[in-house]
């Protein structure tokens, strides 16, 4: 697949089929990541790997519970709020795998390399046949001082972007876009 098809038929995947990612996708995938360019080349990720179905299963109860403590009432839609409450309802989709990108440092502009970072290996993922889901949902609990524990962090890091990787169930339909915005200055 080249780049612009990996582009265009990239898709949030939220069905997942039940098989495992093996180590040397995962590393490949990261390996993608880390392509992507940082301010001064600082490279201030870590990528914490986790396939335990126990560990995923934590994440996503205790980062319901923690979105339905935190989030302040009407940032979070009825529809939202009404999935974070119910018990079934697992944030990372039952995916076999799950990628959190973390800033290593408290540096300018490592938030933005660890997004990068983040879109690089979810097209490389799309181009191999997995699919991937950004999961903002999760990333508050695991940002606390427990959900950084439950990964084994140092305390210096910080979860930026957890990504559900895994074998899609079935072709995701596309979401439209809105036109770009573009405003022209000069020509
Ligand atoms: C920062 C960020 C956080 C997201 N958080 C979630 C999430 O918690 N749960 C979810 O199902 N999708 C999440 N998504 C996926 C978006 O909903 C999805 O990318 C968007 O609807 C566009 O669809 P597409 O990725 O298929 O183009 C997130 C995406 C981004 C970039």
Known sequence: MDLKDAI???????AFTADAV???????????AIQAPSAVN?????FCVIRDKTLLAKISQQAKAYMV????LGLVSHHFDQILRDAEFDILYRAPALIVIC???AIPWAVEDC?????????AACAVGFGTCWIG??????????GKAALGLPEAYL??????VGRPKAPMPAVPRKEAEIRWIGS
Request: aromatic share 8%; glycine share 4%.
């Open 69 to 72: 403590r935190n989030t302040p």
């Open 42 to 46: 600082a490279q201030p990720w870590a």
């Open 8 to 14: 265009y038929s990239r898709r949030a995947t939220r």
């Open 137 to 146: 949902f999760a990333q508050g609990w695991l940002g606390t001082a427990e």
């Open 22 to 32: 093996d180590e040397k996708t995962l590393r490949a995938l990261i390996d993608a």
């Open 115 to 123: 997004a990068l970072a983040a879109e690089n290996l979810m097209l």
């Open 103 to 105: 800033t290593t440092a």
């Open 159 to 164: 979860p930026i972007a957890p990504i559900v």
